[in-house]
């Protein structure tokens, strides 16, 4: 089976930066995504790492260990938008994914 | 454009009730899945479908059923509705071939009462 721990609040300044961690323990492992959900929305998907480093994207990275069984969501200057929840995903079979329960960030002013 | 939608958005029914909720998509994806959202439980997986006729259980598919008969559809039923099931039930879907991207849908409220 599949099982994700990532921190269940997080607050930050606006401008500031964030790095959300995500640890996972998988049984078969195709890759970590992160999707972002504001309150009452979607999730939207933001990125994915199917190979070890940072995978960058606009002012979000992306980092992932498979050794270390480890990732990471990096915010750079943070906006109020950036409000959302966070959720670490990871790939254990074809296209079929296991979503942690989520991060919810809070930027203040 | 292409999009994913759920209805209906809210529903409130018995316990004991069978319900549907519709899920279509208009991508062309093969691939469709439903999670359902609590509190404290992030996305948990409960049905998913790979193509035409082929469905399979996920996680928490006990008292949930799902067919697919064409690539656009993919209704989920609860068979006898039960308080545990109130939720926020999501659709998604994602295109076949490696590791692809899951597009959600914005999601039904569903309350058993």
């Known amino acids: 089976g599949q099982s994700l721990e990532q921190p269940s609040e997080v607050t930050a300044v606006e401008g500031a930066i964030v790095q959300i961690n995500c640890t996972y323990q998988t049984s078969g492992f195709y890759g970590l995504s992160w999707y972002q959900q504001h309150d009452g929305g979607a999730p939207t998907f933001l990125s994915y790492?199917?190979?070890?480093g940072l995978e960058e994207t606009g002012r979000f990275s992306s980092f992932l260990s498979r050794s270390d069984s480890y990732g990471y969501l990096l915010l750079q200057e943070l906006q109020m938008k950036d409000s959302a929840s966070y959720f670490c995903a990871v790939g254990g079979g074809y296209q079929k994914v296991t979503f942690g329960t989520g991060t919810k960030l809070q930027v203040i002013p | 454009d292409a999009e994913i939608t759920q209805s209906p958005r809210h529903k409130i029914t018995e316990t004991g009730r069978q319900v549907t909720l519709a899920c279509h998509q208009t991508?062309?994806?093969?691939?469709m899945f439903w999670y359902r959202q609590d509190l404290g439980h992030g996305l948990r997986l409960i049905h998913y479908?790979?193509?035409?006729?082929?469905?399979n259980k996920g996680e928490v598919s006990d008292g949930y059923s799902v067919s697919r008969s064409n690539t656009e559809d993919l209704p989920l039923t609860l068979e006898s509705a039960a308080s545990s099931q109130t939720s926020v039930y999501f659709c998604?879907?994602?295109?076949?071939?490696?590791?692809?991207?899951?597009?959600f849908g914005p999601g039904t409220r569903l309350t058993v009462l």
């Open positions: 998604a879907s994602s295109e076949s071939g490696g590791y692809n991207e899951q597009f």
């Open positions: 790492n199917a190979l070890d």
């Open positions: 991508w062309n994806h093969n691939n």
């Open positions: 479908s790979y193509g035409v006729q082929d469905t």
